[in-house]
């Protein structure tokens, strides 16, 4: 079964400084992977996905992340933090490509400090 | 622009009684999910539906919870009798089957049961 494991249920940087949020994934098949960010009081949104073609995924408001199958991983990044991206994230993986279900990880939350 | 609605968006109840909880998803879409989100587990799937027609719900607990949708443009997700554990926020999120598997969530409906 599809299984996401992101690493650091928490995570804080500087205003400015790289934001990197970690996730490794388990698929028995080609996968599907998802970012989605959570701000307070509201449902998520996607951010970036990937499905099979180019393996660097840019999304929104400057995030992107990178499919490497040797790692079995989908890290996200952000080259320059705003505290406007201070929320919770998660990273989905597609159980079967004929489903749709999505396996959430448990999520990571960044704060920002100015 | 075309989102998922919840309503209601908050809900106090007393144990022992029923919550009704509805969800209208984006129009067009035919894959409806229903999650719950609590600190502890994290986001849970609960049931989800192709063309109105129930594909799981082996994450309900069957003996309280159930989930219909009378039509394309309505699901509902009901809980009788409510308990104080149920208390969490639900989400319902729609996709388009044959799309590219993302899906569209709605702001939640945050459940408290006293």
């Known amino acids: 079964a599809q299984s996401v494991t992101q690493l650091g249920s928490h995570v804080s940087v500087s205003e400015g400084a790289l934001v990197l949020l970690r996730c490794n994934y388990s698929?028995?098949?080609?996968?599907?992977l998802f970012w989605y960010v959570q701000y307070p009081n509201q449902g998520l949104q996607l951010l970036l996905k990937y499905t099979s073609a180019a393996t660097l995924v840019k999304g929104i408001n400057g995030f992107e992340a990178e499919f490497k199958k040797s790692e079995t991983s989908f890290h996200l990044t952000k080259p320059s933090a705003h505290m406007s991206d201070a929320a919770e994230y998660f990273c989905a993986v597609s159980e079967n490509q004929g489903a749709q279900k999505l396996v959430f990880g448990q999520g990571t939350r960044l704060t920002i400090n100015p | 622009d075309a989102r998922v609605t919840q309503t209601p968006r908050h809900k106090v109840t007393e144990m022992g009684q029923e919550v009704t909880m509805r969800c209208q998803p984006i129009?067009?879409?035919?894959?409806v999910f229903w999650y719950r989100q609590t600190m502890m587990q994290g986001l849970e799937l609960l049931a989800y539906?192709?063309?109105?027609?129930?594909?799981?719900d082996s994450g309900m607990p069957k003996d309280r919870f159930s989930a219909e949708m009378p039509d394309a443009t309505l699901a509902t997700l009901k809980i009788q009798p409510s308990e104080p554990r149920d208390s969490a926020v639900y989400f319902c999120?729609?996709?388009?089957?044959?799309?590219?598997?993302?899906?569209?969530f709605g702001p939640g409906t945050r459940l408290t049961v006293t």
């Open positions: 999120a729609s996709a388009l089957s044959g799309g590219s598997y993302e899906q569209y």
């Open positions: 129009l067009g879409h035919n894959t």
């Open positions: 698929s028995s098949v080609p996968p599907y």
């Open positions: 539906f192709r063309n109105r027609a129930p594909l799981d």
